[in-house]
């Protein structure tokens, strides 16, 4: 059974460091992109990062760029959100996703599926 389970998130300070982990299992990881995205309360789920299936190629959402890196082990089943330079808008539950539909950009939360359960972040001013 294809599962996604998120951990790394909590509370933290303006300007902290958390890094995320999302470890996968029941098919065959190294063959999909895995993206991040994050939900704050009332607002929509937003594309974080994807990472490609080899780790060579990343994309990041223009707000978390140059703060945030995604990295995977292929052979762990399991890709990374490495956040630094926390900010309080940073506050959401934070989700990894397998991209299932590749015809569609990666930006898109429906070209992606078997998403995990997410960890809260909280970051305080």
Not at 13 to 33: E, V
Not at 68 to 94: C, G, H, I, W
Not at 113 to 121: K, L, P, R
């Amino acid at each position: 059974q294809v599962q996604l389970v998120e951990s790394g998130g909590g509370l933290v300070q303006a300007g902290g460091s958390l890094r995320l982990s999302c470890a996968a299992s029941g098919w065959t990881f190294s063959g999909y992109d895995m993206g991040w995205f994050r939900q704050a309360p009332g607002k929509e789920r937003d594309f974080v990062a994807v990472i490609s299936r080899s780790g060579d190629a990343t994309h990041y959402a223009d707000s978390v760029k140059g703060r945030f890196t995604t990295s995977r082990d292929n052979a762990k089943n399991t890709v990374y959100l490495q956040m630094n330079s926390l900010k309080p808008e940073d506050t959401a539950v934070y989700y990894c996703a397998t991209r299932w539909d590749y015809s569609g950009s990666y930006y898109y939360s429906q070209n992606y599926g078997s998403w995990g359960q997410g960890t809260q972040v909280t970051v305080s001013s």
